[in-house]
């Protein structure tokens, strides 16, 4: 069975941070993790889910979305089989449900159909 867990969301007033992690552990992982290029998306109520960044599987390469680069950043630790969102100068704009997805494609995935699982997401809410 594959799982991806999100943790590390909450409510945080703007311009404060937030550290969010993904736990992946299954069979399909258990020895591939580090084959997966990963990302994280999110949605905001009425919203679609849009893209927030990607990371490749060595995590030598990343890409944001504009709305976030300069803000957050994305990491990996390939022996924890993990993937953290580090978020910095929140704002209320960033208030979403926030998910964690792996793509089997190593490079870097921008698409939400490029990734083949997903975890249930963690809530993030920025104050103004």
């Known amino acids: 069975q594959v799982q991806l867990v999100e943790s590390g969301g909450g409510l945080v007033q703007a311009g404060g941070s937030l550290r969010l992690s993904c736990a992946a552990s299954?069979?399909?992982?258990?020895?591939?993790?580090?084959?997966?290029?990963m990302g994280w998306f999110r949605q905001a109520p009425g919203k679609e889910r849009e893209f927030v960044t990607t990371?490749?599987?060595?995590?030598?390469?990343?890409e944001y979305a504009d709305s976030v680069k300069g803000r957050f950043t994305i990491s990996r630790d390939n022996a924890k089989n993990t993937v953290y969102l580090q978020m910095n100068s929140l704002k209320p704009e960033d208030t979403a449900l926030y998910y964690c997805?792996?793509?089997?494609?190593?490079?870097?995935?921008?698409?939400?159909?490029?990734?083949?699982?997903w975890g249930q997401g963690t809530q993030v809410t920025v104050s103004s």
């Open positions: 997805a792996a793509s089997p494609r190593a490079g870097l995935q921008v698409g939400p159909r490029e990734y083949d699982y």
């Open positions: 299954g069979r399909t992982f258990s020895s591939t993790f580090s084959s997966y290029a």
């Open positions: 990371i490749n599987w060595s995590g030598t390469s990343t």
